[in-house]
Structure formats: C-alpha cells, structure tokens
C-alpha cells in the first residue's frame, strides 16, 4: 500500500485535521491513486463532522420558516431586513399560466425584483415573445429549456440582458430559478 515513510497515512484519516491533509497530500511513497482515495476519503470526513458540528451548535437554537410567508432573522442579525429565508419545500404552487406554475420567494413591484422557482409542464410554450425590461437569470434545474438560440438542460445558467427578447417552451417539462435583480432604489 505504501513505503514506511507513510505507513499509516490511510489510517489515521479518522482524525480529520489539516495534518492528516498535508500528510497524505505529501506522501509521495503513496501511488496517485491511493492519494487521491485517502485525500478524497479525508475531506468527506471533514465535511461530515463540520455538518455534523454545525448541527449541534445551530440546529437547536435556529429557527426554522415553516412557510414561504413567514421570515426568519438570527438574532445576531443588526438590520432584521437584510435577511430572509423561505422554506420552499412548504409553499404551494401556483399556476402562473396554463401549463406554468410558480413558487415567488421574494418580489418588490417597486423594483422589479423577483426571485422564483419555475415548473412547466411537457409541450408548454410561452405565448408570445418576452423583452426584457431588466436582466434575468435563469439556472435550469430539470428537463429542457428551450428558446429561438438554444436548448439547456440541467445545470445551465441563462443570463438574459436588459433589451433581450425570447419565446422560450420545453418538449419534455422544466423547472428553472428565476432572478430578476430589478433596478436599484
């Protein structure tokens, strides 16, 4: 598995600490292969107990939104205003159009801004050409994007720009986030 220079180096991952890393990082008696499993092995147990010791220290005392309504500030928060969370996973769909629903997470009309999860059904087409008042984000989640330029799967970020214009559909169902920064105010 390895010289005696680092014997042990798989072994000791269980402590989980830089030393460990560096250890295994710099072991050249280990094949490239064995560093990339230890060194692979070693972050996921560091990532575990970080999880693990984040959970311990915020999970008890954190408050949880149990609706996209309700707002939820740290108490360590100074400007209660400067932070929101919504638990989608409670929020209902609604039907936006025929064959588009939407869960709106943040909106200011004033604006223009609006954060939302999109959801098209199979076939769906937008009914006419969308311009763009204001720079759009969109990041396709599941099944296909598609408008007059390309057609995006998952994992896809689309930055429409101010003056764009689109008609996007999906042949197959689509669920996309939506971000609209807005203007300032």
């Not at 402590?15 to 990082?25: G, H, I, Q, T």
């Amino acid at each position: 598995m390895g010289g005696s220079r680092c014997a042990g180096a798989l072994g000791v991952i269980h402590k989980s600490n830089m030393a460990d890393l560096n250890r295994v990082r710099g072991c050249v008696a280990l094949t490239k292969t064995e560093r990339s499993y230890a060194t692979r092995r070693l972050y996921g147990t560091l990532v575990q107990r970080a999880l693990q010791s984040i959970k311990l220290r915020v999970a008890p005392t954190a408050p949880v939104a149990r609706n996209r309504h309700e707002e939820v500030v740290m108490a360590d928060t100074e400007n209660t205003e400067l932070i929101t969370y919504v638990d989608s996973s409670g929020a209902k769909w609604q039907e936006f159009r025929p064959g588009s629903r939407r869960k709106v997470f943040s909106e200011d009309p004033e604006t223009g801004q609006l954060t939302m999860l999109v959801q098209w059904d199979p076939g769906y087409r937008m009914a006419e050409v969308e311009h763009h008042l204001y720079d759009e984000h969109l990041y396709i989640l599941a099944g296909t994007f598609v408008d007059q330029n390309c057609a995006s799967g998952p994992g896809t970020y689309i930055l429409n720009r101010i003056g764009s214009e689109h008609q996007g559909f999906t042949p197959d169902g689509c669920t996309f986030l939506e971000i609209v920064p807005g203007r300032p105010k």
